[in-house]
T-cell receptor
Framework: DTGVSQDPRHKITKRGQNVTFRCDPI?????LYWYRQTLGQGPEFLTY????????KSRLLSDRFSAERPKGSFSTLEIQRTEQGDSAMYLC?????????????FGQGTRLTVV | QKEVEQNSGPLSVPEGAIASLNCTYS??????FFWYRQYSGKSPELIMF????GDKEDGRFTAQLNKASQYVSLLIRDSQPSDSATYLC????????FGAGTTVTVRA
């Protein structure tokens, strides 16, 4: 499978717990993006990486959210002390910044439900 | 002002008709423009991309870009019930930003 892979696909957690999601991008893609999407809305930008460097983090993202891409390959998104408002689909996308390929491809997403 | 705005839906068209979707963006430095299709409960799927002013056709889909007007559109010709989905406009400057989406329903 050469597509973007996200794990887990679904996560149900109790309020106050920490959760971590993983994204494995397409192998040659150097850019990796995290988005959050709630019902009826478009994907909301959270953060993105160029290789292992985190280049931007949305101001909408509280300190409870952190993301890493330690070796420039897979990435993790952690949410600490989850709140009910964190319930959403978390999407990962990757792309290459080479001159012939700038399209971003999405993984299947991780659906988080905080109860 | 939102970075990417799409015409509000939902949009209902009869089978075989043309569905027209519009999108405007605020960052004049935007370089690339994409249309994604998203079925309910699924992740977005890329259907079209356009980088230069003018039209780009791919099967029943035509994307149009006018950078001077900061406007991009998508036409779906001969609409089919399987085209019923939410269509997301995405704009790439230094990051990829999305509109809220327009939901299209094709009536059989």
């Amino acid at each position: 499978d050469t597509g973007v892979s996200q794990d887990p696909r679904h996560k149900i957690t109790k309020r106050g717990q920490n959760v971590t999601f993983r994204c494995d991008p397409i192998s040659e893609h150097n850019r990796l993006y995290w988005y959050r999407q709630t019902l009826g809305q478009g994907p909301e930008f959270l953060t993105y990486f160029q290789n292992e460097a985190q280049l931007e983090k949305s101001r909408l993202l509280s300190d409870r959210f952190s993301a890493e891409r330690p070796k420039g390959s897979f990435s993790t998104l952690e949410i600490q002390r989850t709140e009910q408002g964190d319930s959403a689909m978390y999407l990962c996308a990757s792309r290459s910044t080479g001159p012939t390929n700038t399209e971003a491809f999405f993984g299947q997403g991780t659906r988080l439900t905080v109860v | 002002q939102k970075e990417v705005e799409q015409n509000s839906g939902p949009l209902s068209v009869p089978e075989g008709a043309i569905a027209s979707l519009n999108c405007t963006y605020s960052d004049r430095g935007s370089q690339s423009f994409f249309w994604y299709r998203q079925y309910s409960g699924k992740s977005p799927e890329l259907i079209m991309f356009i980088y230069s002013n003018g039209d780009k056709e791919d099967g029943r889909f035509t994307a149009q870009l006018n950078k001077a007007s900061q406007y991009v559109s998508l036409l779906i010709r001969d609409s089919q019930p399987s085209d019923s989905a939410t269509y997301l406009c995405a704009v790439l400057a230094y990051k990829l930003s999305f509109g809220a989406g327009t939901t299209v329903t094709v009536r059989a």
